[in-house]
C-alpha cells in the first residue's frame, strides 16, 4: 500500500477533498518519514510540528463540515530558509540569524497559508543562497538522496532532497542563476522558475531586476503548477509584481505536443560550457522527444559576451545585498558572497551601464530569437551532482572555471532573459544520476508553460530511460 506521503500532492488533495484521506493521516506519515530520512540527507532544518498538527485537524474538519476547501487545503509544505516564518526558526543558512525565530509570516508564507497549505518545516540552504552546493556553517550539507556522498545541488537543495525522499508533498525554494533548476535536476524532480514579480516579494534590494525568483518545487509539472496557486499574488511592495490568476494555477488544459514548434540547443551556441557526459546525455533526451513535436530543431539563441555581463551584474546584486555583511562579518560569512562583493566594489559604475546595455541588447535579440518558436529546450545543468568532499567543480567541458558561478551559464542565461523556465526530470545520466532538461517559454507565458511541460512530462514517463528516477529510500535509513 503506498504510504500517504508517497501520494503526488496533486492526487493527495484530491483525496482531502473527496474525504478519502485525513489531512492528519498524510501530516503524520510525512512526519514518520522526516524521522526516518532526514537523519541522512539532512534537508529539513527546522519543524513546528505542534501548529502543523492543529492545522491538519482544522483541516479534516472542514472537509467533514463541507467547507469551501482552498486549493492547497491540507496539504504540507517546506519553505526555505531564506523566507521568514511565523515562530518557525528562520536563519538563512549565517551564523548570524543562527536564534532568529520571525514574529510572522512574509508575505508570500501567508499566501500559501491562506490557499490552505500547512507550513511544517524549514528546508536548508547555503548561506544567504550563494552557491551551488547547499552547505552552511549552521546546518552543514544537505545531502543527494541517490548517493550521500553527493551534492543536492543549490541553492533549494533541501527543497528538492525533501520532495525527492517523500518527507514533503511540495516545498517552496528561489533561484537565482539557477537555485530551483539545479537541485531539482540533480535530485529527479520540478522546479519551476516563474516570471519575475509573478510571486510577489516585498523588500527587494534592487526594485528591477530579472535575478531573484520565488517558486515551487514538486514531484511533477502538475504539483509545481498547483503550488503557484499558493505562492504566486500581487503586493504594491513588489515593484515588479501585478495583476495575476493564482488560482488558475490549479487546473492544467495540456496542449497537443504535435502543435508546438521547438527548438533546442546544448551550449547557447558554445556559451556555456558542458561536460561530455552530460551533453551526451542531453543528445539522448532529444533523440527521445524528436516525434513529440510538430517540429524540433537545433538553433542556436546568440548571447555573444553573457558571461562577462552576467557576472558583473551578479556583482551589482551582491553589493546590493551584501555590502554591510561583508564589512562587518567577512571573517565568518560565505566565502562566495565575500568573492561576489568584493569584485563588485572593484567595479566602476561605467562597468555596470556597459553590463546594462549589453543586456538590454541580448534580451531584444532573445526576443527575436523566440518569435518563431513556442519552446526552447536546454540541458539541466552542465555537469554531474558532484562530490561532496570534491567541491565546486574547477573544469567544465575541459575548460577551466575563473568562479564557482561559470558553470551555472547554462541556466543562468536563461535568468537574464525573465522568461520562465521549468526544470523536468528526464531519466538518468551516465553516472546514472538524476538527469533533466530545462524548458523555456515565450515571456509571461507561466500557465501556458506548465501546460506544455506537463504534457512533454507525460511523454517522457511513457520511457522506461527517460522516466523519473527515484531513490532507494531504504539506502537512506539508518
Known sequence: MTNPCDLNATHARQLIGAGELSPVELLESGLARIEDINGSVNAITAMDVPRARLEAIAAEKAVRNGDDLPALHGLPVGIKDLNATEGLRTTYGSLLHADNVPDRDEALVARLRRAG???????????????????????????????????????????????????????????????????????????????????????????????????????????????????????????????????????????DLSDLRVAWTADFNGEAPLDDGIRDSFQNAVAAMDAAFGTFENHEPAFPGVRDVLWTLRCLYYLANHTDRVRDHADILSPNIVANVKAGLGMSLADAAAAERAWSQLYAAFENFFADIDLLIVPGNAVSAFRLDDGIPKTVGGKVMENYVDASLVRSIITLTGHPVIAVPCGVDHLGLPFGVQIVGPKRSDKFLLEAAAALEDHLQTMPATARPLPNLKDLMP
Open 117 to 255: 497549505a500547512i507550513v511544517l518545516a524549514k528546508t536548508n540552504t547555503p548561506e544567504f543562497g550563494a552557491g551551488s552546493n547547499t552547505t552552511n556553517k549552521v546546518f552543514g550539507s544537505t545531502c543527494n538522496p541517490f548517493d550521500l556522498a553527493r551534492t543536492s545541488g543549490g541553492s533549494s537543495g533541501g527543497s528538492a532532497a525533501a520532495v525527492a525522499t517523500g518527507m514533503l508533498p511540495m516545498a517552496h525554494g528561489s533561484d537565482t542563476f539557477g537555485s530551483l533548476r539545479n537541485p531539482a535536476t540533480w535530485c529527479g524532480v520540478v522546479g519551476f522558475r516563474p516570471t519575475p514579480g509573478l510571486v510577489a516579494r516585498e523588500g527587494r534590494a534592487l526594485n528591477y531586476t530579472h535575478f531573484s525568483v520565488q517558486g515551487p518545487m514538486a514531484r511533477n509539472v502538475a504539483d509545481a503548477s498547483l503550488m503557484m496557486a499558493g505562492l504566486a499574488g500581487d503586493d504594491p511592495l513588489d515593484a515588479m509584481a501585478g495583476p495575476c490568476d493564482p488560482v488558475g494555477f490549479a487546473h492544467l488544459e495540456k496542449p
